[in-house]
């Protein structure tokens, strides 16, 4: 993500940049980026755990828990891509969750799968 800092910089009467001003409209822009990522990771998450409480216990591959998470998003072509991309973010990041490449692959929720 990149910011643009001119579309951030709030400027004073006269003509110079007024930083309090300018902080505090990025802080508000900042908690609403921050409030939007966890309704979203909350929203991704609860898809996530739905579809392993179905398939307990097992390692599911990651075309088939994304295709099915987006469905329950109600993914749509103008956003598939970058909620294909979110979900896989979210399992691959998440400690509660192990992805392994190759046979006996995919993606298991650690607290359901048997210890090593």
Known sequence: MNINIASYVVFGLNGSVDREATLAKFSGDLSRYEAEREVESTTIGAAVHALFDRHLGKRIPMPFLTGEV???????????????????AYVRTSPEFDTAKGKNGGCGRLSDLPAK
């Open 70 to 88: 987006l469905k329950v998003l109600n993914a749509q072509p103008e956003n598939y891509k970058v909620l294909t991309e979110k979900v896989a």
